[in-house]
């Protein structure tokens, strides 16, 4: 089965004033149609380069992404990304900043408000509409954030560590809201964190980056059923998992790849 997108021997060297940075060196990695995978790794060890580079949003010194085995050349339409910030438009209610990417396409706007409408009430912000961002909580905006990276379908989400702001019990919601729309979608969905236990529970594999400069050091097959359940976290597979990941990052190479 071709990959959906893929990572070949990705080198990214940045150009500094005292001396040249290697952020990631060779660095292959890929998903499949309608896969999960979460990317861990310390901070600084390049997940975000990564993610960007995955975007279209930032040139590799070397390598190539591919996407259903095209090259690609930069922005896709076929990709969406939600960043660590909701960065929505303080003077656009939330329909109005979940429209944007259609607007600016040129699409038609009257199919495109519906779809809006149904992203929104899927995350529960069926209420909110037209509340602007300064009325909303900063999970309620990261939602509105994600159903604006969803709205023109993508086949790939990439997103960079969304719920890192956010308390542990609005997060663990936002665990729940993210897998209800990504089942119902299915797109290719990357997702950079920082938390082992996060990115256990909504993975299908977590790929495990080493120190910078970042390369694939481990890949773990997550053991979990789906749909996932909160109970889940309290499994013994999902502790072992995690425990997994967490000796492979220390060093102690006890993880299965």
């Keep these: 089965m071709t990959a959906k997108i893929e990572a070949r021997g990705i080198f990214k060297v940045f150009e500094t004033p005292s001396e040249p940075v290697q952020a990631l060196r060779a660095v292959d990695l890929s998903a499949q149609p309608g896969e999960f995978v979460a990317l861990v790794g310390e901070s600084g060890c390049g997940k975000t380069t990564l993610l960007r580079i995955l975007a ?3 040139l590799p010194t070397q390598g190539e992404v591919w996407i259903d085995g095209t090259p690609l050349r930069g922005p896709s339409q076929h990709i969406g990304m939600v960043f660590q910030r909701p960065v929505l438009l303080p003077w656009r209610t939330a329909a109005e900043n979940v429209l944007l990417p259609a607007q600016v396409r040129g699409l038609p706007l009257a199919e495109a408000s519906l779809d809006a409408r149904s992203l929104l009430e899927s995350m529960g912000l069926g209420d909110f509409l037209d509340r602007f961002p300064r009325h909303l909580s900063g999970g309620m905006q990261q939602r509105v954030a994600i159903a ?3 709205l023109l379908q993508p086949s790939i989400l990439l997103m960079d560590e969304p719920f890192g702001a956010l308390d542990a ?3 663990e919601q936002m ?3 993210l897998l209800n729309v990504w089942s119902a979608r299915r797109p290719t969905l990357l997702f950079v964190t920082h938390d082992i ?12 980056l080493s120190p910078r400069p970042g390369t694939v050091r481990q890949v773990f097959q997550v053991p979990l059923r789906r749909p996932r359940l909160p109970d ?3 499994s013994g597979e999902f ?3 995690c425990r997994d990941v ?3 990052m220390q060093g102690n190479g006890r993880g299965q790849g």
Excluded: M, N, P
């Excluded at 236990?197 to 909504?202: D, I």
């Design 56 to 58: 279209g949003l930032v």
């Design 148 to 150: 604006r990276a969803l």
């Design 169 to 171: 019990i609005t997060r």
């Design 175 to 177: 665990h729940l809201d």
């Design 197 to 208: 236990a996060e990115a256990v529970f909504l993975a299908d594999r977590v790929v495990l």
């Design 232 to 234: 889940h976290r309290f």
């Design 239 to 241: 502790a072992a998992a």
């Design 246 to 248: 967490k000796h492979a």
